[in-house]
């Protein structure tokens, strides 16, 4: 997300990868922090009973993600003794087994083994599990020393030839912990119906305490308290999330997909440097890269389809397949505006292999739907004749230029030769139902994916869009500091005026996304929190919005499914 708040800003473990660069120290007292130090940040973090707590436990949930036809990747973190503090390097190596079963009280077992949590792996544990059976309900649970972990339900994908008659995902993105409570999280595991959710980035953030939180407010403050740099700091700063209790809900329902965008690392990142980064004071950017995605990968049950990158493609039988993008680690720099370079060709948002394997995917794709994972927004943005009272908290929200510059640079906006190439690549294979499902910029809509938006809607559509609010990182009227929808009211219409591809657009609410797929349309159900401060907010249904399919264009529904 691009908010300008800088800082003064079978088993298998998952191991270190020595690839990776040890990351630099910010300064001495930073090194002193990430180690012996560490205890006392994180210990408010934890819930009370890991202060007495007898070792093993399992504080930090179990996890499973990424499904496939005949397996899934189960994950959890061990604790092994008290001072076994995340990103610490303490704590003795302990044997971890696993077991799933067809059944919740494991009569029915399938499948059990044993791995080694390390200090190397942060006492990380993955088991890739293979030789289940597709579309299957399964449960899981770790255990060490006597003790077991919470027990968890996971579910297998369809078959790669099955003719599936629906599919059902949660949608969600940007869940920060320092302005709210991650309510969103429990309200989709509460629907016991979800075959995986996606979770399209922002999943952590590195700010330090009060950089960016509600209207300013910290809800509950980020541990290590200072913006994360170092390997210890990013593992820190996830074991504390995977400590919320409606997101290890969410966790323990059903299977993650999950993709990073630019705060698990830093503020528009790119592939060299990212806004939040102060080269020299906070080391090297290829050692603050190589740090997050280390403890991405320990920390996230999670599938690499090349080393470092986190693209790659998940099927789910005849109905949907799922192109999931990474648009941080090969992307040029962000650009200003006003002197063409969002144009430039030589500059790129997927890189050229990451592009290629794109449209060779959806081209040579046999199923009904084409889902593409997409961290920021494809469909083009416009401003409007805004008043200036919202122009510039607008601007803010989106990364742009304060002076009304109607673009966004960190989105596909300022990488216009990519997003043209692709787009003409749909239309001139005949590319149908293809599907970009979207998070980062704190608000909902639904769009056609024009190709020539100046001419639209006289011109083609070559796609269509589903971009899912916030779970609870600022939106338009926490900047303005209004009450809710306030600013949608008059924001809204002006957008779409301007914008004549967009369908729906809410700027004000935070919540989460509920799509639903048959072989006749695909359909995104949008719903809407009480409030993100509170822990026990409620959620209500908002709008929905369908694509048909062979049509390419978004419609309303007036009920969700």
Request: hydrophobic residues 40%; charged residues 20%.
């Amino acid at each position: 997300m691009t908010s300008r708040h800088r800082s003064s800003e079978s088993a298998v473990s998952a191991t270190a990868d020595p690839g990776f660069p040890s990351p630099r120290r910010r300064t001495v007292v930073r090194a002193a922090a990430a180690t012996a130090v560490l205890a006392g940040p994180l210990a408010a973090a934890l819930p009370a009973r890991a202060a007495t707590a007898q070792a093993p436990a399992f504080l930090h949930g179990v996890a499973s993600g990424d499904p496939l036809p005949d397996g899934v990747l189960l994950w959890t973190r061990v604790t092994p003794v008290p001072e076994a503090i995340p990103g610490s390097g303490l704590g003795p190596d302990t044997e971890v087994s696993w077991t799933v079963a067809r059944d919740r009280a494991f009569t029915d077992v399938v499948a059990k083994g044993s791995t080694l949590a390390t200090a190397a792996s942060d006492h990380t544990v993955k088991a890739d599990i293979r030789g289940l059976r597709p579309a299957t309900d399964y449960w899981f649970r770790f255990s060490a020393d006597g003790t077991d972990s919470p027990v968890a339900r996971t579910r297998t994908a369809p078959a790669a030839d099955a003719a599936v008659t629906g599919l059902r995902f949660g949608v969600v993105s940007c869940a920060n912990w320092e302005a709210g409570h991650f309510a969103a999280y429990r309200h989709l595991a509460a629907r016991g119906d979800l075959d995986a959710w996606l979770h399209l980035g922002d999943y952590v953030y590195e700010y330090g305490t009060g950089e960016y939180s509600a209207r300013g407010e910290v809800v509950r403050p980020h541990t290590p308290a200072h913006e994360i740099v170092t390997l210890a700091d990013y593992r820190l700063r996830h074991a504390t999330y995977k400590t919320d209790p409606d997101l290890q809900a969410l966790h323990a329902k059903a299977p993650v997909v999950a993709i990073w965008d630019d705060h698990e690392f830093a503020n528009d990142t790119w592939s060299g440097g990212a806004e939040n980064h102060t080269e020299g004071a906070e080391g090297t950017w290829a050692a603050r890269q190589a740090a997050a995605k280390q403890a991405y990968f320990e920390w996230m049950p999670v599938r690499p389809a090349l080393a470092g990158t986190t693209y790659r493609r998940l099927r789910f039988g005849k109905l949907a397949d799922l192109s999931l993008l990474d648009l941080r680690s090969f992307r040029s720099q962000q650009v200003s505006l006003g002197d063409g370079e969002v144009d430039d060709p030589d500059r790129t948002l997927t890189g050229r292999a990451q592009l290629d394997w794109l449209k060779a995917g959806l081209t040579a794709s046999d199923t009904t739907w084409r889902l593409v994972g997409t961290p920021v927004m494809i469909s083009p943005f416009a401003l409007g004749s805004l008043p200036a009272s919202l122009l510039k908290p607008l601007a803010k929200l989106l990364g742009l230029p304060q002076e009304g510059i109607a673009l966004n640079t960190d989105q596909w906006d300022g990488y216009t030769d990519d997003r043209r190439e692709l787009l003409a690549h749909l239309r001139a294979n005949a590319v149908r139902n293809t599907v970009f499902l979207t998070g980062d910029v704190h608000m909902a809509w639904a769009n056609d994916v024009p190709v020539n938006a100046g001419t639209y809607p006289l011109s083609a559509s070559a796609a269509t869009e589903f971009v899912v609010t916030s779970v609870t990182s600022d939106n338009l009227d926490d900047i303005v500091k209004v009450p809710e929808g306030t600013v949608s009211a008059l924001a809204a219409p002006l957008i779409r005026a301007a914008n004549r591809h967009v369908h729906w657009v809410d700027t004000d609410r935070h919540g989460y996304g509920v799509l639903d797929i048959t072989a006749e349309r695909a359909q995104m159900d949008y719903y809407v929190l009480s409030d993100r401060t509170a822990a026990d907010a409620t959620s209500e249904w908002a709008r929905s919005y369908r694509t048909r399919s062979g049509t390419q264009k978004v419609e309303r529904v007036h009920d969700p499914v």
